[in-house]
């Protein structure tokens, strides 16, 4: 299916960029007028995986992270990529409460969270290479409209 | 983000508002540290009313501060209305420990109760 | 220098994304908190860039756009680029009301607007391979705070 | 971006709200142009009192009003109060022949001056 508008953004991996990384999804979204729910899962999913890439992918090494989204009538495609350290173990690493970091208070949610408010997720990583996390979502909202 | 103490019938409370996230966390979590070991207050309502967004960075945040006051001997209630936030809270399972309230009268009351049951009343 | 942010972000020339590229500059500024008039000024001349490289860079012809922008501690550069058609003759564009669209009711006011708002403007452009519009500015407001 | 239109003394106030770039004004032309067309009003009153942002493109739909009306027999004038906007309008040097206004009231004024200088009076 032919996309009807796409971007992609490259970002340091600094904290502050998690907010920025909202902005931009939601500034993207505007032209379709999503619900407040699906936007907000929408932002709450794209915060997760920006946050992990900045925390775990990159640590306190500094790095660059990539959104890309490409919208569609009726839905959404997001990819969040890092070159960070990459996850060895996915299966356990998307094991609901399963973290590396409890020391830094994260309770290993991250993953339940973007699998929960979206239709899709998927993520592919190599030790040493990165990590990209690939997710997706219908629009109920604009099913109708077509 | 920003954060606001007060208290409320001997309890701490914390009203956060604006965006919950890891690079707000951090701050959150020295303040609300600092002010929860400076005051002798046992128990915490962390007041989420004015949070316009919050990922599971806030449900580390919950969870520690919640092990601070358990550590104090004191108990920890959730103040929050938004149906966004009371699933994130709800996905780790929050609320089988900590109560989540409407309004800072009702979990006042609920802390209360708690008190009682921890001190084997 | 060193900058203590950067980002940059590639879009498709749709009209829409005119106002998207203003939303994406607007956030990634809001760490650094400018003024109104400031952050006015930055997003106008975005807007003028991005609407040349749309209209006049691809036309009818659908291409990508890509804005780069670097933070310094008072001072912001931003690049926006597209492989459009080109410029050929730079004096004549950036002279003030010279427009090749006035059909279109351009009033060859974009580059004047850009110089006028922004501290720095330079172009570069090359005949069938693309425009690049660098500007900068910096930020009256923060220098006190260094 | 939004546009509405009224009466006031029989000129054809037209009302833009929200942001004016290339995007908005292709939707904006269209629409200014066809109420002119079907209403027999010869004076505009164009009102940016609710424009939170406008770009050049702004400054090509208002000079390109101002000869549609001029080609009527009529004339224009601004409504504008923000700084920014105005800033952006004087660069292109409309107020040379475009009247900017801080009301309604006193575009209307201005108006009836011009159109008597039109008419020879
Ligand atoms: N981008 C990444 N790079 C490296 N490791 C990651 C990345 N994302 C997730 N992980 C690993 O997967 C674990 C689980 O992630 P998640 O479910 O988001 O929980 P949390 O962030 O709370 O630890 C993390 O603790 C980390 O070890
Ligand atoms: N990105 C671009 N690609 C090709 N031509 C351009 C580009 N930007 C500007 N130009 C040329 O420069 C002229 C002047 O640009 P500008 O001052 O922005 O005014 P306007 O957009 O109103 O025409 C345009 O009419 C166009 O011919």
Do not use: W
Request: charge should be negative; include cysteine.
């Amino acid at each position: 299916m032919q996309n009807i508008n796409e971007m992609s953004v490259i970002f340091s991996s600094k904290s502050e960029n998690e907010a920025f990384a909202r902005i931009v999804v939601s500034a993207f979204l505007a032209q379709i007028d999503p619900t407040v729910n699906e936007l907000n899962d929408i932002k709450t999913a794209v915060s997760e995986a920006v946050t992990n890439s900045i925390i775990h992918g990159y640590g306190n090494d500094s790095g660059q992270i990539k959104m890309r989204c490409e919208l569609f009538l009726d839905a959404i495609t997001i990819e969040i990529e890092d070159s960070g350290k990459g996850i060895e173990n996915i299966v356990e690493a998307m094991t609901p409460s399963f973290t590396s970091c409890p020391e830094m208070e994260r309770t290993g949610m991250g993953f339940t969270v973007m699998e929960t408010l979206m239709d899709s997720l998927s993520v592919d990583s190599k030790k040493g290479v990165g990590t990209k996390v690939v997710m997706s979502k219908k629009f109920d909202s604009l099913k109708e409209c077509k | 983000m920003d954060v606001t103490f007060d208290f409320f019938k001997d309890n701490l409370v914390v009203h956060i508002s604006g965006e919950i996230d890891h690079h707000a966390t951090e701050v959150l979590r020295t303040r609300i540290d600092k002010k929860l070991i400076s005051e002798k207050s046992v128990n915490m309502i962390l007041d989420l009313s004015d949070v316009s967004f919050m990922d599971s960075s806030g449900i580390g945040l919950i969870i520690g501060r919640f092990k601070n006051v358990r550590g104090f001997g004191g108990n920890l209630a959730l103040v929050c209305k938004d149906n966004h936030i009371k699933r994130i809270v709800s996905l780790a399972g929050i609320e089988k420990i900590i109560e989540i309230c409407n309004d800072i009268e009702t979990a006042v009351n609920s802390l209360k109760i708690k008190n009682k049951k921890t001190a084997g009343l």
